[in-house]
């Protein structure tokens, strides 16, 4: 079950420390387990930057809600963090509404331009959509995303909740390591489009670890929005400066397309594992992926595998497999196809998917379901208030920094995220205009009882579901608390977040990062699993825990990243 783990300073505790400060095991005795957890009372971030976090944390001493709060820092983020979200991308999110005790979903991802078609691609011999430039530009819904979550959920005024942002746009900032290093990686292959380097770079060069950067195009866009309300943004002049951007340089991304955006609150979509209620947003996310893995596993003895050995980390795998090839058929823009959602996350399906797992042997591939009648770059963070209000929010640009569309003086860069259009005709996620692609980026959050337990989120393309299932069971089955769940090695299988790519060749290939045994991976090849390289993404990951019982949170953040949660 899900545990915090608690020492007493006895003589046996003494002794711990003892043998930690000789250069051992942490005094937890974990070797996965790099910090401890950090534990509030009246509110707790956690997020992908510390300065966004210190900006959460400002705004709910200021007596905002956690939805401003997880504005505020996604706006910074969106600055400090252009490698990997931004105005100019999707965002969807989970939110516990304390006082009504619901839990709600939202759906701000935005749709492919009306006026690009199928045959446009088809008549140029295209089989992909092109990872960057204008063909792969959908709508951005992140700033309309706020505004729904500020309706419903706000306490202070936008030209508050973004003003540290702006402050910080105008006035400059130290750039951190983790988002230098990918900055320069961003700008090496986004310099040619119009834009970019005027917005993005110091004098022709990506900023480096500790270089103050500014971006006083972004302050006056977020100071806009702040003042004139997300109309601005979709209907505004920041909506004609992006229709003229894209006109001029082979887009399609038109007003029109922008000032008919709208998000949609849906209902999340839950699964039990092992008493607890894991809950994910429905499609056209990949976030239901997470919940079959789930169900696939219940099916075993998974404590007694024992974490970080081979026929654990075998079984993972192949419920990955299972989960996937339905995830390559089915997951698509509900408004568009019929997705059998509540046959993919049942217990009866998962029983039927189970049997087909040879607990001996890696399976060179599998068939998806029959339904009865990866790279990318994001934020998670998640905010929790004093009044017991929590947020979940994921946001993203997809592969890095965007598409490299820098408009005008916006000081942004478009999305790139109808790359993940299928161009196979009857596909459920094939392009077509006016449609919400296939997305990667999904929150999540955990109830015990009818009780919010936790929010959380690990980013990384296709690596998202299976980091999900990957921190239930090490809290659920390894009894890790929220720190170690998060920094214990992981395992990826595959590696495109492509959805059609995801499909098994000869088995796909699973990344071990570094801590699994030499046993485990001589043991993994045996059973006819193809090892990768150690390196790559396996995710970034932020949480919150709620402890009902003496009224506080626990925070944990990601090792992998710049990250950062703190609590008052």
Same mark, same amino acid.
């Given at each position: 079950?899900?545990?915090?783990?608690?020492?007493?300073?006895?003589?046996?505790?003494?002794?711990?420390?003892?043998?930690?400060?000789?250069?051992?095991?942490?005094?937890?005795?974990?070797?996965?387990?790099?910090?401890?957890?950090?534990?509030?009372?009246?509110?707790?971030?956690?997020?992908?930057?510390?300065?966004?976090?210190?900006?959460?944390?400002?705004?709910?001493?200021?007596?905002?809600?956690?939805?401003?709060?997880?504005?505020?820092?996604?706006?910074?983020?969106?600055?400090?963090?252009?490698?990997?979200?931004?105005?100019?991308?999707?965002?969807?999110?989970?939110?516990?509404?304390?006082?009504?005790?619901?839990?709600?979903?939202?759906?701000?991802?935005?749709?492919?331009?009306?006026?690009?078609?199928?045959?446009?691609?088809?008549?140029?011999?295209?089989?992909?959509?092109?990872?960057?430039?204008?063909?792969?530009?959908?709508?951005?819904?992140?700033?309309?995303?706020?505004?729904?979550?500020?309706?419903?959920?706000?306490?202070?005024?936008?030209?508050?909740?973004?003003?540290?942002?702006?402050?910080?746009?105008?006035?400059?900032?130290?750039?951190?390591?983790?988002?230098?290093?990918?900055?320069?990686?961003?700008?090496?292959?986004?310099?040619?489009?119009?834009?970019?380097?005027?917005?993005?770079?110091?004098?022709?060069?990506?900023?480096?670890?500790?270089?103050?950067?500014?971006?006083?195009?972004?302050?006056?866009?977020?100071?806009?929005?702040?003042?004139?309300?997300?109309?601005?943004?979709?209907?505004?002049?920041?909506?004609?400066?992006?229709?003229?951007?894209?006109?001029?340089?082979?887009?399609?991304?038109?007003?029109?397309?922008?000032?008919?955006?709208?998000?949609?609150? *849906?209902?999340?979509?839950?699964? %039990? !594992? /092992? $008493?607890?209620?894991?809950?994910?947003? =429905?499609? +056209?996310?990949?976030? #239901?992926?997470?919940?079959?893995?789930?169900?696939?596993?219940?099916?075993?003895?998974?404590?007694?595998?024992?974490?970080?050995?081979?026929?654990?980390?075998?079984?993972?795998?192949?419920?990955?497999?299972?989960?996937?090839?339905?995830?390559?058929?089915?997951?698509?823009?509900?408004?568009?196809?019929?997705?059998?959602?509540?046959?993919?996350?049942?217990?009866?399906?998962?029983?039927?998917?189970?049997?087909?797992?040879?607990?001996?042997?890696?399976?060179?591939?599998?068939?998806?379901?029959?339904?009865?009648?990866?790279?990318?770059?994001?934020?998670?963070?998640?905010?929790?208030?004093?009044?017991?209000?929590? *947020?979940?929010?994921?946001?993203? %640009? !997809? /592969? $890095?920094?965007?598409?490299?569309?820098? =408009?005008? +003086?916006?000081?942004? #860069?478009?999305?790139?995220?109808?790359?993940?259009?299928?161009?196979?005709?009857?596909?459920?996620?094939?392009?077509?205009?006016?449609?919400?692609?296939?997305?990667?980026?999904?929150?999540?959050?955990?109830?015990?009882?009818?009780?919010?337990?936790?929010?959380?989120?690990?980013?990384?393309?296709?690596?998202?579901?299976?980091?999900?299932?990957?921190?239930?069971?090490?809290?659920?089955?390894?009894?890790?608390?929220?720190?170690?769940?998060?920094?214990?090695?992981?395992?990826?299988?595959?590696?495109?977040?492509?959805?059609?790519?995801?499909?098994?060749?000869?088995?796909?290939?699973?990344?071990?990062?570094?801590?699994?045994?030499?046993?485990?991976?001589?043991?993994?090849?045996?059973?006819?699993?193809?090892?990768?390289?150690?390196?790559?993404?396996?995710?970034?990951?932020?949480?919150?825990?709620?402890?009902?019982?003496?009224?506080?949170?626990?925070?944990?953040?990601?090792?992998?990243?710049?990250?950062?949660?703190?609590?008052?």
């Amino acid at each position: 079950m899900i545990v915090q783990k608690y020492l007493l300073v006895t003589l046996l505790g003494l002794a711990s420390m003892a043998v930690n400060a000789q250069g051992f095991d942490r005094i937890t005795g974990e070797p996965f387990a790099s910090r401890s957890e950090v534990i509030a009372s009246h509110g707790m971030a956690a997020t992908s930057q510390p300065l966004a976090t210190q900006v959460a944390l400002d705004i709910l001493k200021a007596g905002g809600s956690a939805v401003d709060a997880a504005i505020a820092a996604n706006a910074t983020l969106g600055l400090m963090e252009p490698v990997s979200n931004g105005i100019g991308g999707d965002l969807f999110a989970i939110v516990w509404d304390a006082e009504k005790k619901e839990l709600v979903g939202l759906n701000a991802s935005g749709r492919s331009p009306k006026s690009l078609t199928l045959a446009y691609f088809k008549e140029r011999g295209l089989d992909k959509i092109p990872p960057l430039g204008p063909l792969p530009v959908s709508v951005p819904g992140a700033v309309d995303g706020w505004a729904e979550l500020h309706k419903r959920y706000g306490k202070l005024p936008m030209t508050t909740v973004l003003q540290p942002a702006i402050g910080y746009a105008r006035e400059g900032f130290p750039v951190s390591e983790l988002i230098a290093y990918y900055w320069g990686l961003n700008a090496r292959h986004l310099s040619k489009f119009p834009g970019f380097n005027e917005t993005f770079t110091i004098n022709g060069h990506a900023p480096v670890k500790g270089e103050m950067f500014r971006n006083p195009r972004l302050a006056d866009t977020l100071e806009t929005i702040a003042k004139e309300g997300r109309d601005a943004f979709y209907k505004g002049d920041i909506a004609r400066k992006i229709d003229a951007y894209m006109a001029e340089n082979g887009g399609f991304l038109s007003y029109e397309d922008l000032a008919s955006h709208t998000s949609e609150w *849906v209902t999340p979509v839950s699964t %039990n !594992y /092992r $008493g607890y209620d894991v809950f994910e947003l =429905p499609p +056209n996310g990949q976030g #239901i992926a997470a919940l079959q893995i789930l169900n696939i596993l219940e099916g075993f003895d998974i404590r007694a595998m024992g974490f970080g050995s081979a026929q654990y980390v075998h079984t993972l795998v192949e419920a990955k497999k299972l989960a996937y090839e339905d995830r390559a058929h089915f997951y698509a823009d509900m408004d568009f196809v019929d997705v059998p959602v509540e046959w993919l996350i049942s217990k009866e399906y998962a029983n039927e998917r189970r049997k087909l797992i040879d607990p001996h042997k890696a399976a060179k591939s599998y068939a998806h379901g029959d339904a009865p009648i990866e790279e990318g770059d994001t934020i998670y963070m998640t905010v929790a208030d004093k009044d017991g209000n929590m *947020v979940s929010l994921i946001q993203s %640009n !997809y /592969r $890095g920094m965007g598409s490299g569309m820098t =408009p005008g +003086n916006l000081g942004f #860069i478009l999305q790139d995220r109808g790359e993940l259009f299928s161009l196979t005709e009857g596909h459920a996620n094939v392009y077509e205009p006016g449609k919400r692609p296939f997305h990667t980026i999904i929150p999540a959050f955990v109830m015990k009882d009818g009780k919010p337990l936790m929010s959380f989120g690990v980013m990384g393309g296709a690596m998202q579901p299976q980091g999900h299932a990957q921190i239930i069971v090490n809290m659920v089955d390894f009894n890790m608390n929220l720190q170690e769940a998060g920094d214990a090695a992981r395992v990826r299988h595959g590696g495109s977040s492509q959805p059609t790519d995801e499909m098994m060749v000869d088995g796909g290939e699973v990344l071990l990062e570094n801590g699994f045994s030499k046993e485990t991976r001589d043991e993994l090849q045996k059973m006819g699993h193809k090892l990768g390289p150690s390196d790559g993404s396996f995710g970034g990951y932020q949480a919150i825990y709620r402890d009902s019982v003496q009224g506080v949170y626990y925070g944990a953040s990601e090792s992998r990243k710049d990250g950062q949660a703190a609590g008052y």
